[in-house]
């Protein structure tokens, strides 16, 4: 309990520290909460996120808390991972490049009752991070006018959950979240020869709230070696009990004046119920193969815009639309006892499209193709190779019509550190 302790605050600090940081620069970010986490750890990603009827005994599956059931009662898993991007952004015939890295994850699971697994971590929500600008002539003038929009922030999850294995085809499971974090959004407008040169509206809120998430997996042996998985997950949706605020200001460079008015919006913000189905194929410990499908209903939530015909600020309706998420993927494994070292490696592989949940003047937002690929490769230690080293590269596509088009590789790497730090030795 003593390394357990010590290695989890430690890594969790680093999480903590590390999301510090945004880790986009999509423009995208702007709408909603900003764009939403994958949540997946180091050893799906290079399946591209499949993980609702995944049950592996040896990672951490936090996207369906039925599967911490499945974890071996004699090791402890703490699995990290960061990731790194580049993002090239296209409008009309303009182009321009964006890179960032961000540590994104922290989480550990051990078996505590003989049926009962039980996870505890640290995962991102949603990543806000974005800066440009546009000009233009005031009406037949010589005057320019600038404006510039800019935003950071972004929500995150702690969590703590247990599976439990009621019959021995049948888990369930349970997530409990403290969901945390802030944004500030701003739009600049300055024009090149007037007296009122700056007029800014600052977009800000605090959250403090919870989630719930909830997991049931069946499975079962349709013959030797052939294990068949279904994986069903539900999350609660609620009001997060947040203000956001809205302040406006306008400097005056004559006078040397400023005058700000403030706003504020109570119960802003949502979160919608989620739905999610997965199954999964497993033939022996070579070959998993799998398809997941996800809904958030973000159409039914509101969220706070000002309206600018008559100055009000306050939530709205149409702005968010249902999102849609479909993935394929499957690892293999060639040979797991062999003495030769690639025989051993798991071989990843994945695709996924997913629709927007937002949108944009008054049009769905751009939709997303993504493809990865990866590699587990075991760690060998003095006692077993049974930690393991995740790499993956994932290149995604976000685009539609007459928006913005973003491309983006990205790069993680994860580590699973997989000790037997329950087994009890003998000595004769």
């Known amino acids: 309990m003593k390394k357990l302790f010590i290695s989890i605050t430690f890594m969790g600090v680093m999480a903590v520290e590390g999301m510090a940081q945004s880790g986009t620069n999509s423009p995208y970010s702007q709408y909603g909460l900003g764009v939403l986490s994958e949540q997946s750890q180091g050893f799906n990603r290079g399946m591209n996120g499949l993980a609702l009827g995944l049950r ?3 990672q951490v599956n936090f996207l369906n808390p039925a599967s911490y059931s499945s974890i071996d009662s004699l090791t402890m898993i703490i699995d990290a991972g960061l990731s790194g991007q580049v993002t090239n952004f ?54 320019i006018s600038t404006e510039t929009h800019s935003g950071s922030g972004g929500l995150h999850q702690a969590y703590i959950g247990a599976g439990w294995s009621v019959l021995p085809y049948l888990s ?20 090149s020869d007037s007296y009122v040169n700056t007029i800014s509206r600052m977009y800000s809120s605090h959250f403090n709230s919870y989630k719930f998430d909830f997991g049931v997996q069946l499975y079962h042996e349709v013959a030797p070696g052939e294990q068949l998985a279904l994986g069903i997950t539900y999350g609660l949706g609620h009001n997060l009990g947040n203000n956001a605020d809205l302040i406006h200001s306008s400097s005056n460079s004559e006078t040397n004046t400023t005058t700000l008015d403030t ?78 070292f690639y025989n051993r490696i798991h071989y990843r592989f994945g695709a996924s499209y997913a ?61 699973t550190f997989n000790e037997r730090w329950f087994m009890k030795w003998k000595v004769q």
């Open 56 to 58: 592996q005994s040896n």
């Open 90 to 143: 296209k409008e009309g015939g303009t182009k321009v490049n964006a890179s960032n890295a961000d540590f994104e994850y922290i989480a550990a699971c051990f078996r505590a009752l003989p049926r009962l697994g039980v996870s505890v971590g640290i995962v991102p929500f949603t990543n806000i991070g974005y800066n440009y600008s546009t000009q233009d002539l005031v009406g037949t003038s010589s005057t």
């Open 172 to 191: 369930v499971g349970a997530n409990f979240s403290y969901v945390w974090g802030s944004y500030s959004k701003t739009v600049t407008v300055s024009n």
């Open 263 to 340: 706003v504020s919006v109570a119960d802003a913000h949502s979160i919608p119920s989620t739905l999610g189905a997965g199954i999964s194929w497993k033939h022996g410990k070579s070959l998993v193969l799998g398809f997941d499908y996800s809904l958030q209903k973000w159409g039914g939530e509101k969220m706070p815009e000002l309206n600018p015909a008559d100055g009000t600020y306050a939530r709205r309706s149409g702005l968010l639309t249902d999102r849609n998420k479909y993935t394929f993927g499957g690892e293999w494994v060639p040979n797991p006892i062999s003495r030769r």
């Open 355 to 415: 629709t927007p949940y937002f949108k944009v003047n008054g049009l769905d937002g751009p939709k997303e193709y993504s493809v990865s690929a990866g590699f587990g490769i075991p760690i060998q230690n003095a006692r077993n190779n049974r930690s393991i080293l995740n790499i993956s590269a994932q290149w995604q596509r976000t685009s539609a019509k007459e928006l913005i088009t973003e491309n983006t590789f990205r790069i993680n790497v994860g580590i």
